[in-house]
């Protein structure tokens, strides 16, 4: 082999590497969905135009929602075509209870229950951690619950609904998603009481 085509085999291999490399790093990339606000405000509060003010509904930073969000399965399921995800179609099964509660009744849940005819077993549901509970806020909605209910799910509750997430800041408590502000609060893991919606899928 002459030293120009032993020097042009290596150019091929490290431009080939640099491809694999290149598409390696952009597979490892999340993008993030849109946060659903379409609307911009002045600093008065006041509807305006969107175009040039930097603003959310200005951007539209992310992913675009898809047109159809939610697949009702027809088995007591709902798919979030988003992110994957399958949810328990209804929202209140468990009613309020603490987060240590809730654990254990997601970890039991199973065909037969809360509506389920999907043939799932008991340890394939769990609680969802913060980022999964959040994908379900929609930005531009003044209350989720009722545009979460009129998405297709039922019985959803305009209140806090408990992750599986702790905080870092004092392992006694637990991230909690409010469905009705579109805000993140934390629980007494002990002493406060939730509601509970099971996720499955989506690992």
């Known amino acids: 082999m002459t030293v120009k085509s032993f020097c042009f085999s290596i150019i091929a291999v490290a431009a080939a590497f640099s491809v694999v490399a290149s598409a390696a790093t952009a597979a490892s990339q999340v993008v993030l969905p849109q946060s659903g606000q379409t609307t911009c405000w002045d600093s008065s509060g006041a509807a305006t135009a969107c175009a040039g003010t930097g603003q959310d509904g200005d951007k539209l930073a992310g992913t675009a929602l898809p047109a159809t969000r939610f697949t009702d399965n027809g088995n007591g399921t709902v798919t979030d075509t988003l992110t994957g995800l399958i949810w328990l179609k209804n929202a209140n ?111």
Request: charged share 15%; with cysteine.
């Open 93 to 203: 099964c468990y009613s309020y209870v603490t987060w240590t509660k809730a654990l254990s009744n997601v970890s039991k849940l199973s065909s037969g229950a809360c509506g389920l005819t999907d043939g799932s077993k008991a340890g394939e549901w769990r609680l969802p951690n913060r980022k999964e509970l959040q994908s379900l806020l929609n930005r531009q909605q003044t209350d989720n619950n009722t545009w979460l209910i009129t998405s297709g799910f039922l019985a959803v509750q305009a209140g806090t609904y408990w992750t599986s997430t702790t905080s870092a800041e004092s392992n006694t408590y637990s991230w909690s998603v409010d469905f009705m502000e579109a805000s993140v609060v934390l629980g007494h893991k002990i002493t406060t009481s939730c509601y509970v919606w099971p996720v499955r899928g989506g690992q």
